[in-house]
């Protein structure tokens, strides 16, 4: 059973930085992976995503803030946050999925079959 777990939330103010990591169990060479966020009573959305050709797609709140990156070696995904707004305000998750092998990887929550536990970001105004 592959496992990813999340780390680096936390409480910022606004114009703040996070980065958030996310650790597989398996290789992720050829793992689509993705950023994604919810908070309650919403439905959880992209945030952004990088496929296994490296090629990255950004919601559109967050582009020119947050960029998305992988380091395959080390089985890890990451999300460099800047110029944080409370609107940011969520649970991020971590998503991977190896059957589809997207090449320019998805933000469609359904495309994903493995997710972590999340990490909470909390941006003040």
């Known amino acids: 059973q592959v496992q990813l777990v999340e780390s680096g939330g936390g409480s910022v103010q606004a114009g703040g930085s996070l980065r958030l990591s996310c650790v597989a169990s398996?290789?992720?060479?050829?793992?689509?992976m993705g950023w994604f966020r919810q908070v309650p009573g919403k439905v959880r959305e992209g945030v952004a995503t990088i496929g296994i050709g490296g090629t990255t797609t950004y919601a559109d709140s967050v582009k020119g803030r947050f960029t998305v990156s992988r380091d395959n070696a080390k089985k890890t995904l990451y999300l460099q946050m800047n110029s944080l707004k409370p609107e940011d305000t969520a649970m991020y998750y971590c998503?991977?999925?190896?059957?589809?092998?997207?090449?320019?990887?998805?933000?469609?929550?359904?495309?994903?079959?493995?997710w972590g536990q999340g990490t909470q970001v909390t941006v003040s105004s």
């Open positions: 998503a991977a999925d190896w059957a589809r092998r997207l090449w320019g990887g998805s933000l469609t929550k359904d495309d994903y079959a493995y």
């Open positions: 398996d290789y992720i060479a050829v793992a689509s």
